[in-house]
Each structure stands twice: as C-alpha cells, then as structure tokens.
T-cell receptor, first 114, second 115 residues
Framework: DTAVSQTPKYLVTQMGNDKSIKCEQN?????MYWYKQDSKKFLKIMFS???????INETVPNRFSPKSPDKAHLNLHINSLELGDSAVYFC?????????????FGPGTRLTVL | AQKVTQAQTEISVVEKEDVTLDCVYE???????LFWYKQPPSGELVFLIR??????QNEISGRYSWNFQKSTSSFNFTITASQVVDSAVYFC????????????FGKGTSLLVTP
C-alpha cells in the first residue's frame, strides 16, 4: 500500500564508497524528485524526472547521478562519498508537469558517511 | 527570486493553546502555488495543504486553518486547541511556474506542544 517507498531507510558507509538509494512509487505519477535535507533540516531539490526525462538538475556534484529506468522508479547513485554527503534524502512524486501538483514524499533515507 | 521565510524557528505551547505559524513568500510571478508540509519526529514529510495564487479563500480542516493573504504575501497556518501529536517541524513551500515544479521550502518551524 505504500505510495512512495525508498530503500534503504538507513545507510552507513565509509568515505570514498559508492552507494545507491532506490525509490519506487505506485501512484501512477509521471514526475519524480530527489530532495536533500541537511542537518539543519533545510530541504533542497536535487533532481526531477518526468516520464524518465531529466527536468531539474540543480547544482549538485557530478558524483550524484539519478537514473530512471521507468516512470515508477527514480534511483540515486552517489560515487566517492564524502562526509558532507551525510543527510536525509527524500524521494517524491507528483502527477505531472501541467500544474504544480502535490508532491508525495517517501519516508527518507538517512545517509551517514564516516 | 523565489523565497519563503518562516521567521519562527521554534515555538513552544501548552496543550490546548492555539498557535499560528507564519509564512511569508517572495515571487514576481502572478501564478504560483503554496504548500504546507508536516515533519513529525518520525521523519516523514506529510502533505497538509496546496493553494494556488488565484484562490485566496481561507481553508479549515478540523483543527487546522490557513490564512492566505496576497496583499502581505503571507500564507499562515493556525492550529486550534493544539495537541501533543501536533509536535513537529512544519514547512511552508512555494512552487513558481516554469521551474520544473520543484518545491522551494522555508527553513521550517519546530513546534513543541507540551501536556
């Protein structure tokens, strides 16, 4: 029944490693997003995809690469992890791009880089 | 530039008090959308309300109400008769048009309701 799901919920890893976070939505939405919430709780957009096409690519390091195999999935791959990547990453989805439809969020993935 | 300001960083109230969370936004667009989200201690982001710039009607949903005033660029949120379960961080957000529809969030207001 979960509308937007993310795996894993927690991710603890060493600096320099490569990791992926997966996101799936079963709402039939066309648009998916990745947001980053820092230690001060500030939320900022990273990427968005509409029907597997990249729409938003904010100023994030090239080490972050989103991949959308189909419109129900948007994964986030991070290379060469750094201490500053520690944050909570939220996936979200919305109906489309015709209007600013409500975005529904996944439970978040807490990434800790040691 | 699009910007959302939540000037209240933390608010503490006693249960059953009414509390208003302020949200002031900046945009040059005439069409835009405003949102409120709740983030309880468990960490998820819960959608509360979506409002477009052409609809200035206030909205009430149970103990929650929203006051949208374009003249002051504000979209304030009031909880009536607060309860401990209302303790959370509340985020106001703005979506301008032609932006890819990314949410521009304010920094959030942390609300603590004590018994």
């Amino acid at each position: 029944d979960t509308a937007v799901s993310q795996t894993p919920k927690y991710l603890v890893t060493q600096m320099g490693n490569d990791k992926s976070i997966k996101c799936e939505q079963n709402l039939g939405h066309d648009t998916m997003y990745w947001y980053k919430q820092d230690s001060k709780k500030f939320l900022k957009i990273m990427f968005s995809y509409n029907n597997k096409e990249l729409i938003i690519n904010e100023t994030v390091p090239n080490r972050f690469s989103p991949k959308s195999p189909d419109k129900a999935h948007l994964n986030l791959h991070i290379n060469s992890l750094e201490l500053g990547d520690s944050a909570v990453y939220f996936c979200a989805s919305s109906q489309g791009l015709v209007s600013a439809d409500t975005q529904y969020f996944g439970p978040g993935t807490r990434l800790t880089v040691l | 530039a699009q910007k959302v300001t939540q000037a209240q960083t933390e608010i503490s109230v006693v249960e059953k008090e009414d509390v208003t969370l302020d949200c002031v936004y900046e945009t040059r667009d005439t069409t835009y959308y405003l949102f409120w989200y709740k983030q309880p201690p468990s960490g998820e982001l819960v959608f509360l309300i979506r409002r477009n710039s052409f609809d200035e009607q206030n909205e009430i949903s149970g103990r929650y109400s929203w006051n949208f005033q374009k003249s002051t660029s504000s979209f304030n949120f009031t909880i009536t008769a607060s309860q401990v379960v209302d303790s959370a961080v509340y985020f106001c957000a703005l979506i301008p048009p032609n932006s890819g529809y990314a949410l521009n969030f304010g920094k959030g207001t942390s609300l603590l309701v004590t018994p």
